[in-house]
C-alpha cells in the first residue's frame, strides 16, 4: 500500500502530512484478534489507518479492538516511515494525532527520526495551573460582553514525568454560552503563532475521521468477517485499493465542479450505475454510452484524464 501511495506522485513531494488514527469496526463471529471493547460494548478490532493530508490512504492495520500503547503506535509508525523513506529521502514528513497517540515512545522516536509533529495532548493538574490566569481573564472578558466564542491562545514550554525533555505546548481557551472548553497541543515545530497552529494546522487533522467514514459507510472497510487475521488484513487492503479507485476518479473531476467535492456513493450512482455497451478488442475497449447519459460530458473528460499514457 505505501509503495503504491508513493508512486502516485509524478516526483517526489518536499513535504507529505500524514495523518494516523484509528476506527472500531464491530465483528460478530469468532475472528482471530476480536477484542470486547468495554466503550463500544461489543467485540470488534481497531484498525489503525493512516491518510495523507490531502486524503490518499496511506496504509492501515488490523489489530485487536483497543486504544494502541505507546510501543505499539512507535513501532507501527517506524515501520511507516522507514518504508516511505526508502522512496523519498529527502520528503520532509509532520505526523499528525490526537492524544492517546502523544506518548513518550512516540514523541521520542520522532525526535529521533527527525519528523515534525503536530499531537493532541490529554490535560492534567500541571498544565491547568501554566493557563489558570488566562482561563480567568478569558472567563471575565466574555461575561462583560457575551454572544461569541471567546477563544485564546498560550504557548509555553512543560515536560511531562515520563518525557525525556521539555517541549512546546499550545493551549486552547475558548468561553462561550456553553461554559468554558480547554484544549492542548505539542509539537517540535519552532515557527509560527500557537493560533495558525492550532486552528488550521492541527484542526484540519479531523478530516481524516471524515475520510475513514466515507471508506467504511460507502466501501464497506468494516467488513472483517473472515475467521483468520491475515485474511481479514487482505480485506482491509482490498478496500483500501477501492478507495483509491474513487480519491482518483473524484481527483480527475474538475477543480471547480462539484464532483470534485462528491461523496464516493454520489459518484457511483451517476457515474458508474449507467447503461452502456463494452467491447473489448485486442488493444483497446470501447465503451458506447446512451445518446441520452446525463453524464456524458463528464465521462468523456474522465477518460481522457484517466488514460494510461500511450505507449511509441
Not at 5 to 10: D, G, I, K, Q, R
Not at 16 to 43: M, S
Not at 155 to 165: C, D, L, M, P, Q
Request: aromatic residues 10%; positive net charge; hydrophobic residues 40%.
Amino acid at each position: 500500500m505505501i509503495r503504491f501511495y508513493c508512486h502516485s506522485f509524478a516526483r517526489p513531494p518536499s513535504r507529505i502530512v500524514l495523518d494516523i488514527d484509528d476506527t472500531f469496526d464491530a465483528v460478530h463471529g469468532h475472528q482471530q484478534l476480536r477484542l470486547f471493547n468495554a466503550f463500544y460494548d461489543e467485540f470488534g478490532f481497531q484498525p489503525i489507518v493512516v491518510f495523507d493530508g490531502e486524503g490518499r490512504l496511506v496504509g492501515t492495520l488490523l489489530r485487536p479492538a483497543r486504544r494502541p500503547k505507546g510501543a505499539e503506535s512507535a513501532a507501527h509508525i517506524r515501520r511507516l516511515i522507514r518504508q516511505i523513506a526508502r522512496h523519498w529521502p529527502e520528503t520532509e514528513i509532520l505526523l499528525r494525532a490526537d492524544s492517546h497517540y502523544c506518548t513518550p515512545q512516540v514523541l521520542d522516536l520522532c525526535d529521533g527520526l527527525g519528523l515534525r509533529y503536530v499531537f493532541g495532548l490529554s490535560k492534567n493538574g500541571r498544565l491547568a495551573r501554566n493557563i489558570s490566569a488566562l482561563e480567568a481573564s478569558t472567563a471575565a472578558r466574555y461575561a462583560r460582553t457575551p454572544g461569541q466564542k471567546l477563544r485564546r491562545f498560550k504557548t509555553f514550554s512543560y515536560a511531562a514525568r515520563s518525557w525525556s525533555k521539555p517541549r512546546r505546548i499550545i493551549a486552547r481557551v475558548e468561553v462561550g454560552p456553553m461554559g468554558r472548553d480547554t484544549r492542548y497541543i505539542v509539537t517540535n515545530l519552532e515557527g509560527g503563532r500557537g493560533k495558525h497552529l492550532y486552528e488550521k494546522l492541527y484542526s484540519a487533522r479531523g478530516q481524516a475521521e471524515n475520510h475513514i467514514k466515507a471508506w467504511k459507510a460507502h466501501l464497506a472497510a468494516d467488513r472483517t468477517s473472515c475467521s483468520e487475521a491475515n485474511a481479514n488484513q487482505m480485506r482491509l487492503m482490498l478496500h483500501g485499493c477501492a478507495y483509491w479507485v474513487w480519491w482518483k476518479l473524484r481527483a480527475a473531476c474538475p477543480k471547480r465542479s462539484p464532483w470534485r467535492r462528491a461523496q464516493f456513493d454520489t459518484l457511483r450512482l451517476h457515474l458508474v450505475k449507467l447503461a452502456a455497451t463494452i467491447v473489448e478488442k485486442k488493444t483497446r475497449i470501447i465503451v458506447t454510452l446512451p445518446a441520452s447519459c446525463p453524464r456524458k460530458g463528464l465521462l468523456l473528460l474522465l477518460f481522457d484524464a484517466l488514460a494510461p499514457p500511450k505507449t511509441a
